[in-house]
Every structure is written in structure tokens, then in C-alpha cells.
């Protein structure tokens, strides 16, 4: 049974961190690349960033880029994405998805096969 598990998601002041992570199971981990997006209220999805080819490709949006950080662990077959100088305007659920890492890292969510369930974020003022 294939299975993505988001956790790591609350609430935190402007400035302050968190580090999300997804738990894989199910599925050939370190053949797939991961990718994070978020959905904020009353908007559509966006991507986050994605990491592929073990490490070897790391993409960031371009008002994350600086802020957070991806990481993999296969070991754990867990990804991690580190929210550091939170913003309110980061506040959204955030997913992680899964793709055949032969693609690499896309920004488009329906090219992603696998889905989480969601982590709630929220940062104050």
C-alpha cells in the first residue's frame, strides 16, 4: 500500500521554524523524486520545491528560495523540508508528492503520482 504521511506542521510566529517531514512507504523511495506544495485559503496549489536523483537535484520556489531547505534521508525514506524566517503568507496545508525520479523534479502536480494527506501550517503576526 502505498502511502505518503506528512507531519511536522503548527503553528509558529513570523520568523520562527519548522521542519516538515514525509514518511514514504509502499513504494521504491529512492526511485522517485518528491516534491512539496502547499495550498493557502482560497487559492489553488502551489509548488514548493522537490529534490530528485538522491540529492542530486533540488529546486525551491522563488519566495522560499534562501528560507527553507529540502533534504532526504533514504534510509528513513523520509523527506524534510525546513521552514526557517517563517512568513504569515507561508501559512497553507502542505503536501508532499511523489514522481518516477526518471522524470526529475516538476512544478506541475499532476504530474506527481503519489499524494500525502496534508500538514497544517500557520504562522502569526
Known amino acids: 500500500q502505498v502511502q505518503l504521511v506528512e507531519s511536522g506542521g503548527g503553528l509558529v510566529q513570523a520568523g520562527g521554524s519548522l521542519r516538515l517531514s514525509c514518511a514514504a512507504s509502499?513504494?521504491?523511495?529512492?526511485?522517485?523524486?518528491i516534491g512539496w506544495f502547499r495550498q493557502a485559503p482560497g487559492k489553488g496549489r502551489e509548488w514548493v520545491s522537490c529534490i530528485s536523483n538522491g540529492g542530486g537535484t533540488i529546486k525551491y520556489e522563488d519566495s522560499v528560495k534562501g528560507r527553507f531547505t529540502i533534504s532526504s534521508d533514504n534510509d528513513k525514506n523520509t523527506v524534510y523540508l525546513q521552514m526557517n524566517s517563517a512568513k504569515t503568507e507561508d501559512t497553507a496545508v502542505y503536501y508532499c508528492?511523489?514522481?518516477?525520479?526518471?522524470?526529475?523534479?516538476?512544478?506541475?502536480?499532476?504530474?506527481?503520482?503519489?499524494w500525502g494527506q496534508g500538514t497544517q501550517v500557520t504562522v502569526s503576526s
Open positions: 508528492a511523489a514522481r518516477p525520479f526518471v522524470l526529475g523534479c516538476s512544478t506541475w502536480d499532476a504530474t506527481y503520482d503519489y
Open positions: 509502499g513504494f521504491k523511495f529512492d526511485q522517485h523524486s
